[in-house]
Each structure stands twice: as structure tokens, then as C-alpha cells.
């Protein structure tokens, strides 16, 4: 009943915007300054640099746009448009803060240049700065942290051209942590992972949901766990082989999806676009299904035409102007392919979709149908999720008097097709939901 009155409330963001500054503001100055005054204060802060550095020149002025980002962390908790994207914002800003303050404590670095004296303008800025910035909060660099998480929020409410004007400018604040000689690169990159795991694991749309994995799905997430633990040991055993954090990270995230996250794990809207989040967080596996995808397609056709108007194929490698997509990739961004409409409903891949996620994608292909002429049913190769899909479909217009019927009708056009005894009996489940609710 509360959370009810809560959502009911009008959204005031001047009110509880202010309201987060006050609680984030002063935690960040508080938190940040005495976590770095205790430091001062060790003798087992040591440093991590790259020789190659010591040739970052020293550039005065960048510490106009450095400073700048004070304002911006102001501002941008008062350009939410909904009370959903605020909290996450809200949380995102408190949690950068809480994990920066506590690698500070667990893993102290220093920095280790001496910055030489500035005059003038820019010189009183440094020595504001000196009063209460310490050079011992370093990886990662809160900086940094804040520069993606505010970048992200000032992108999703700016224009085209008002967006490149600001990711300059946000480019030059991440730069400018290197050119005020305040952080060393390493900060920088532990900084921008740090940023990418708290931005992936609170998204301001959608929400982590979970349900029971199937024992097929177990078996994957096993595997692909498995496949992410080894990446993180060679990262961790290898000398300088942290790179292969990256794709050890990816692998267990879509370890977890099969093993009952679902497609939350890849955080795709119904447009058909993964967040800009998930995209980076988990690349190496993106990729890898990419290349995967031109492989195995290589001597298929990239769509056959079922019936008249619903085509199935493979996930466009180019436009499909003359088409309305239906897309039931979880792992595959639109971004700027162009169709009449597309609409997407995400599956995961390799598992047999359950009664009610099959139902649900068969209505809304009703509707797409209704509405375009012509449709493209997709997934990565076009061979067992839209294949499952159109068959249903098939079975829902009468297109198709039985299972049978329709999957030979589909093999008829598109031979590769791969549906297994799951599919088939989930297919018969379907059928017999469709005679209940028609007699």
C-alpha cells in the first residue's frame, strides 16, 4: 500500500533532486577526505606507474574542466525526468563513492609526481584543490568513476550535436585527471572498470529478475562459467594479463543469465538496443557471437519467406528497409539499422523458450503482422528461436493444422532449421493451449 502512494506521487525533480545533493554532497566530501587524510598517516602506501608516463606533459588549464566536474554532479541530479531514473542515479553516484573510499582503504596508492608551481588563475584553482585532495586516493580514480556515471545521464537528455559538444567536453575531464598530474593510469583504468561494473549493475530502465533455470540452462551457465573462472585465473596468474578480466567478466555475466537472470543480463529494450553499459561490460562475448554469426552463415540464405508477408532469417547484417524486424536476439544490437518497425522480444540463445515467453512473442507477432506488410521473424541465424516462434504462429492463424504440418511447412523453405524433441514437444504444449482456449 506505501509503495503504491510512493508511485503515485507527482515527481518534483528540483525537490528530490536537492534532496540527494544533500545526502551525496556532504557523504563525498566527508568520506572522500578522511579516507585520504588516514592514508597520509600509513606506511604501506606504495605506487604503481608506468615509466612511459613520466612524458604526460603537465597542462595548467585542464584544471578548469578537472574542477568542472563539481558542477556537473550537481546538475545532473536535477535533469532526471522520472522519480526511477533519479533513484538509480541517486545510487549509482552513493555506491561510486562507497567503493572508491573502500579500494582506497584495502589497496592505498600514491601519486608520485611532483607538480610543478602554478601562477595565476589556474594555480589558485590547484591550490584549492591541494587543501583537501591529498595525492593518496588514487585507483580507481573516483574521478573517472563519476565522469562515465554523469556522461551518462547528460547524453540521454541532450541533441545530437549538444551530445558531441558535451562528450568532448566530458572526454577532456577524463584526460585532465592524466594533464594535472593528479592520478596515475592506472587509476584511470581501474577507474573506467569500476565505472562500467556500477553503471551495468544499476541500470536506470528495466530491473534483475530471476526465475528457475531449467536443467538444460544450468548446464550452459556451467559452461560459460567455467570458460569465465579460467580467463579470471590466467588474468590473475599471467603477468600482465589483467586484460583478461574483461572477457572472464562477460563470460560469468552470461554465466548468470543461463543461470536465471535470463536476457536481463544483456539489458535490451524492446527497440531492439542493448545499453551502452552492457554493450562495453560485455564485448568480448558480443563479438564473439558476432564472428560466430558470419561463420556459420556463411551458406545460408539471410531470409526465406514462410508465408506471404513473414519471412525467417537470420539477425540483419544490414538494412531491412522493406521489412518490419521481429527480433528475438537478447545478444544482438540494433543501433542504426533501419526498418519500417522494429520490435523486439528477447530470447536467450541455445534454450527452448517456455508456454508463456512463446505465447507472448506469437501475440506480439500477431499484432506486428497486422500493422506492416511484410516482416522478418530474426534471431542469430535464423534456425531455432524464430523458427519456434513462426511455427507457433503458423499454428495460432491456422496456417498450419498440427506441429507437424508447420514445421515441414517451415523446412520447406528454410531447410537449415534445427529443432529439437524440446522444441517439438513445446510446440505440442502450444497446440493444445490454442485448442483449449478455442473450444
Known amino acids: 500500500m506505501t509503495e503504491s502512494l510512493l508511485t503515485q506521487r507527482p515527481f518534483s525533480p528540483w525537490k528530490q533532486g536537492l ?61 532526471c525526468t522520472s522519480r526511477q531514473e533519479l533513484m538509480r542515479h541517486g545510487y549509482r553516484l552513493l555506491v561510486a563513492s562507497l567503493v572508491a573510499c ?61 551530445r558531441i559538444i558535451a562528450g568532448g567536453w566530458f572526454l577532456l575531464i577524463a584526460v585532465s585527471v592524466l594533464t594535472t598530474w593528479q592520478h596515475h593510469v592506472i587509476d584511470v ?13 544499476i541500470p ?24 569465465g573462472m579460467l580467463f579470471l585465473l590466467a588474468g590473475i596468474a599471467i603477468p600482465c594479463g589483467h586484460l583478461l578480466l574483461w572477457p572472464a567478466i562477460a563470460l560469468l555475466a552470461v554465466a548468470a543469465g543461463y543461470a536465471g537472470l535470463g536476457v536481463t543480463v ?11 553499459s552492457a554493450r562495453l561490460l560485455l564485448l568480448p ?10 561463420w556459420f552463415s556463411r551458406h545460408s540464405a539471410q531470409s526465406n519467406e514462410i508465408v506471404a508477408g513473414v519471412a525467417l532469417g537470420r539477425f540483419p547484417g544490414k538494412a531491412q528497409q522493406d521489412f518490419a524486424v521481429f527480433d528475438l536476439t537478447a545478444e544482438f544490437h540494433k543501433g542504426n539499422r533501419s526498418a519500417q518497425r522494429w520490435q523486439a522480444y528477447p530470447l536467450m540463445d541455445l534454450l527452448v523458450p517456455d508456454i508463456a515467453h512463446l505465447q507472448t512473442a506469437v501475440r506480439q507477432l500477431q499484432q506486428l503482422y497486422r500493422e ?4 522478418l521473424v530474426c534471431c542469430a541465424l535464423g534456425l ?56
Open 266 to 276: 544483456f539489458q535490451k529494450n524492446t527497440c531492439g538496443n542493448l545499453s551502452l
Open 19 to 79: 534532496c540527494w545533493l544533500m545526502l551525496l554532497g556532504p557523504l563525498f566530501f566527508l568520506s572522500y577526505g578522511q579516507v585520504n587524510t588516514f592514508t597520509a598517516t600509513r606506511d604501506d602506501v606504495e605506487s604503481l606507474v608506468f615509466a612511459w608516463e613520466r612524458s604526460i606533459p603537465f597542462v595548467p588549464w585542464t584544471i578548469v574542466p578537472y574542477w568542472s566536474i563539481d558542477l556537473l554532479y550537481g546538475i545532473s541530479l536535477f535533469i
Open 384 to 439: 531455432s528461436r524464430s523458427a519456434t516462434v513462426i511455427a507457433a504462429w503458423l499454428l495460432a492463424e491456422g496456417h498450419a493444422a498440427s506441429v507437424v504440418q508447420a514445421v515441414e511447412l517451415i523446412k520447406s523453405r528454410r531447410p537449415q532449421i534445427v529443432l529439437t524433441p524440446a522444441h517439438i514437444a513445446i510446440l505440442e504444449a502450444f497446440s493444445k493451449e490454442q485448442l483449449c482456449q478455442t473450444s
Open 102 to 162: 573502500a579500494a582506497f582503504l584495502l589497496f592505498p596508492l600514491k601519486f608520485t609526481f611532483t607538480r610543478p608551481e602554478t601562477l595565476g588563475a589556474f594555480g589558485w584553482l590547484f591550490r584549492q584543490l591541494e587543501q583537501f585532495d591529498l595525492p593518496y586516493n588514487q585507483a580507481p580514480s573516483l574521478h573517472i568513476i563519476l565522469t562515465w556515471l554523469l556522461w551518462l545521464r547528460f547524453r540521454q537528455h541532450l541533441n545530437r550535436n549538444a
Open 204 to 227: 536506470i530502465r528495466g530491473e534483475w529478475r530471476w526465475q528457475r533455470p531449467t536443467w538444460h540452462a544450468r548446464r550452459l551457465a556451467s559452461k560459460y562459467g567455467l570458460g
Open 372 to 375: 506492416n506488410d511484410k516482416v
Open 189 to 201: 583504468i581501474s577507474g573506467i572498470g569500476v565505472a562500467l561494473i556500477i553503471s551495468y549493475l
Open 285 to 294: 562475448y558480443l563479438t564473439g557471437v558476432r564472428i560466430s554469426r558470419r
